[in-house]
Each structure stands twice: as structure tokens, then as C-alpha cells.
């Protein structure tokens, strides 16, 4: 399918407050003033290597690609989003391993891509086993740009859409739950008149129990943090529209120690990130938009 319609796919025989856990050290990192991390990995068993970075152009992105996938590296996480002058902005954390995907699994991951162009490449490496496990997207209408990262993993169902609106997320949210899925991606895009989400669910085989919230206002996204927490969840993913609001999803799956931030600036970010990285730390989950970041780090 085209355009705002987007695309449902089933692979049918092949995914401001913190909560802190005090534990040791991990790793030890350096930051340049460009936003770029590169971490030295201390104990590989507990963190893996990786390279963070945000603020970035689509040429610098495309260059960081080639770098770190000649090093060795695979991406784990990546946003695309549009700043305060209307230019597009990249955002990711790589790794030598991918612990934190769930495995090493074959990747591909592509950039710069339209709503049309962003099907092809799905059509295309769906076909071969793969299925979006990040997905991100950035603008509206046909000015839409997507990013994309895909695992192959054959015999893992999983469903994937884009251009639904917040009600649509949340009935096939219902859905997929029904039929044993989780939401796994999700991003937000389009305008505050015509918001729109670009989302992935998968398989997921502990049946962990998952909720999603949408379209927050910080304030009401800091109270549910308080509520999740409170019960016993995390926050996997977070989203950032064009107009501040946050659609967050959570998941009582207890990894250990984590911290969430949201409502930061890209300085803001860069701070916080070299406040974690020397507790050992390292970002799971980049979004923003319009010069507002939010995170997840883990260890």
C-alpha cells in the first residue's frame, strides 16, 4: 500500500524522572563537543562497546554509517527528526555487540527514505526474512522522511504499519496483544492537526505485559511515569511529536538498573549522557524532535 494508508505486514512462518539502581561502574567514556561518545568497554560482559551520538546532518549520518560498519559495529537504536530550523537531524547509539537487540542477528539498516520508499525496502527485505525492529520518522505528507533498521529472523511474527493515527496505534495495540505481540517500535510524526505513527509489533513468547500511552503532555507523561513504576514496569520506548507530546510504551519484563529522561535539549542530552556513561550506562532508546530529546539507558 501507498502513502498515508501505509502498510500491514505478518510474517506468518518466520520487533525528567528516572528510576535508579545503584550498581558498579561498567564502563568509562569520552565525549566530544560534537555530541559524538565513544565508550571503552570495561567489563564486556556487562556493557558492550558502543559509539552515541545526536545532532547530526543526513551526510554526517551517512559517513558515520560507513565508519562504523567498516569498525565492526551494528546499529542498535537510531531517530530522525527535524530541528527548530526545519533541518533534519539523525540521532543513534551503535555496538559491537547486539546484546541489546537480543542477538546477532543479520541487519540492514537504511536512512533518508519517503513513505513510498520506505514500503519498497520493507516489500523488498521482507522477502528475505527481515523485519523492522526501529523504525523513526520525521515531517508530514510527502516531506515525510523514515529511517529503519531490520533484523533477519525468520519464523518471528511480527505486524508493522505507518500513517495511523493515534486511535488506530491504540486498536491494533489491542490487537496484537490479543494475538500475542508487543509493541515494539513506535514513532510519531506528521502535524499537531494530523498526527501520525509509525509503529512495529513482534512476537512475544514471555508474554510480558505491555501498555501504550499516546500523545502526553510532559506533565501527564510524568504522572504516568509514577503510576508504571510504581507497578513495577520500564519504559522501552518513547516518542517525541512535533508539538511536545510524548506516547511512551512500558513493560514489567524487570531488566535491572535503567534511567528515563525526557523534555531535554540536545546540551541537555550530551549531559545527562556523561552523567550516566560514568555509572555505566549506555543509551538503549534515542527519540526527539524539534530539539527535544528523550532516553533510556541501561547497563
Same mark, same amino acid.
Given at each position: 500500500m501507498k502513502g498515508n494508508r501505509g502498510f500491514l505486514a505478518m510474517a506468518a512462518t518466520m520487533g525528567a524522572l528516572t528510576l535508579t539502581v545503584a550498581m558498579p561502574s561498567a564502563a568509562v567514556a569520552q565525549a566530544t563537543s560534537t555530541g559524538v561518545v565513544q565508550a571503552q568497554n570495561?567489563?564486556?560482559?556487562?556493557?558492550?562497546?558502543?559509539?552515541?551520538?545526536?545532532?547530526?546532518? @543526513?551526510?554526517?549520518?551517512?559517513?558515520?554509517?560507513?565508519?562504523?560498519?567498516?569498525?565492526? %559495529?551494528?546499529?542498535?537504536? =537510531? &531517530? =530522525?527528526?527535524?530541528?527548530?530550523?526545519?533541518?533534519?537531524?539523525?540521532?543513534?547509539?551503535?555496538s559491537v555487540s547486539g546484546r541489546a537487540m537480543g542477538g546477532?542477528?543479520?541487519?540492514?539498516? %537504511?536512512q533518508d527514505m519517503s513513505a513510498d520508499g520506505y514500503q519498497r525496502r520493507f516489500d523488498q527485505l521482507a522477502a528475505q526474512g527481515y523485519q523492522p525492529a526501529v523504525v523513526s520518522a520525521t515531517g508530514s505528507g510527502d516531506g515525510a522522511r523514515f529511517a529503519a533498521i531490520f533484523l533477519k529472523?525468520?519464523?518471528?511474527?511480527? =505486524?508493522?504499519?505507518?500513517?495511523?493515527?493515534?486511535?488506530?496505534?491504540?486498536?491494533?495495540?489491542?490487537?496484537? +496483544?490479543?494475538?500475542?505481540?508487543?509493541?515494539?517500535?513506535?514513532?510519531? %510524526?506528521?502535524?499537531?492537526?494530523?498526527?501520525?505513527?509509525?509503529?512495529?509489533?513482534?512476537?512475544? @513468547?514471555?508474554?510480558?505485559?505491555?501498555?501504550?500511552?499516546?500523545?502526553? &503532555?510532559?506533565? +501527564?507523561?510524568?504522572?504516568?511515569? +509514577?503510576? %508504571?513504576?510504581?507497578?513495577?514496569? +520500564?519504559?522501552?520506548?518513547?516518542? =517525541?511529536?512535533?508539538t511536545g507530546r510524548y506516547t511512551t510504551v512500558w513493560r514489567d519484563d524487570k531488566p535491572g538498573a535503567w534511567h528515563s529522561y525526557i523534555g531535554m535539549t540536545a546540551a541537555g542530552y550530551q549531559g545527562r549522557f556523561d552523567e550516566l556513561k560514568a555509572k555505566g550506562f549506555y543509551p538503549i532508546h534515542i527519540n526527539a524532535e524539534m530539539g527535544r530529546y528523550a532516553a533510556i539507558w541501561t547497563k
Open positions: 570495561a567489563l564486556a560482559r556487562t556493557a558492550p562497546q558502543f559509539v552515541a551520538y545526536h545532532n547530526l546532518t @543526513p551526510a554526517q549520518q551517512t559517513e558515520r554509517f560507513n565508519t562504523l560498519r567498516g569498525q565492526g %559495529y551494528r546499529p542498535i537504536t =537510531v &531517530s =530522525v527528526s527535524t530541528d527548530f530550523s526545519g533541518r533534519t537531524r539523525y540521532a543513534g547509539m551503535w546477532d542477528l543479520p541487519w540492514a539498516m %537504511y529472523n525468520p519464523g518471528s511474527r511480527f =505486524v508493522a504499519k505507518h500513517g495511523i493515527k493515534p486511535a488506530e496505534l491504540l486498536r491494533m495495540s489491542g490487537t496484537a +496483544r490479543q494475538d500475542g505481540l508487543m509493541l515494539t517500535s513506535v514513532d510519531t %510524526y506528521g502535524t499537531a492537526s494530523a498526527t501520525r505513527y509509525v509503529a512495529v509489533w513482534s512476537a512475544n @513468547p514471555g508474554q510480558v505485559s505491555w501498555h501504550v500511552r499516546v500523545s502526553l &503532555s510532559q506533565e +501527564r507523561h510524568e504522572a504516568e511515569f +509514577r503510576k %508504571y513504576v510504581a507497578l513495577g514496569f +520500564r519504559p522501552t520506548s518513547i516518542t =517525541v511529536s512535533a
